[in-house]
């Protein structure tokens, strides 16, 4: 499996991918147990890289290592393109999130960005020359944060804003981030091997103690009841 997302206990999704190398996709339901689901529609055998739940509805949409973005139709048992043509033909996209349907942002390697609005993908405003983009978290009510390699992590307003650049602590290359329950952003990777967090300060981004010192920190999950992480 190699991502991970739901509503609350009872409605969360896995999508991965196979030994066969075909993408598969899993759900935790109301029963408690893990139930592998349907991939009908799913027509590439490529990994599903990413997965984003939506809150209001329970749906699910994941993103695959070819560029593709899909959403769950439950009516149907299949999963469907919102529109037709990939967002990002032939890219390893590494991360789905959104403040509802209608603002859904994916990332991946070589600086891959893309947006839905509702109605078609597009491209948010970007720095040249990006590295691989990893992570990402869209709160509602607060900014999108975009982290990824060599330090780099990006802000937007909303969909339509130019980025603002505010770069990690040297050396840290980033691939996980969070916002804690004050919709303060933290970030986690790796710097020479070993693990790193880094927490937004408002104006900058400051390390912070690793509470397990070892390698590097993959994902980061920011719990909204306390806080904890």
Do not use: C
Request: hydrophobic share 50%; glycine share 10%.
């Amino acid at each position: 499996w190699l991502a991970i997302d739901g509503t609350d206990a009872t409605n969360v999704w896995a999508t991965g991918v196979a030994p066969s190398g075909a993408p598969s996709v899993a759900q935790r339901d109301v029963s408690y147990v893990w139930v592998e689901r349907a991939t009908a529609g799913l027509d590439d055998p490529a990994a599903l890289t990413a997965v984003w739940t939506d809150k209001s509805t329970g749906r699910p949409w994941a993103a695959n290592e070819v560029g593709r973005v899909f959403r769950f139709d439950s009516a149907a048992g299949t999963w469907v393109e919102p529109v037709a043509g990939p967002p990002a033909a032939g890219a390893r996209l590494l991360a789905l999130a959104a403040r509802s349907e209608d603002e859904l942002w994916v990332v991946g390697e070589a600086g891959t960005a893309r947006v839905w609005d509702g109605i078609a993908w597009r491209s948010p405003d970007l720095p040249a020359a990006m590295p691989d983009l990893t992570d990402l978290v869209a709160p509602v009510g607060a900014p999108t944060w975009i982290v990824g390699r060599d330090a780099v992590s990006l802000s937007y307003a909303d969909a339509r804003s130019v980025a603002e650049r505010h770069s990690l602590p040297p050396g840290f290359d980033a691939l996980g981030i969070d916002v804690d329950r004050l919709r303060v952003p933290w970030a986690v990777g790796g710097r020479a091997g070993a693990g790193v967090l880094a927490r937004w300060s408002g104006a900058e981004w400051l390390d912070e103690p690793v509470p397990i010192p070892g390698g590097r920190l993959v994902a980061l999950w920011a719990n909204p009841t306390d806080g904890a992480l």
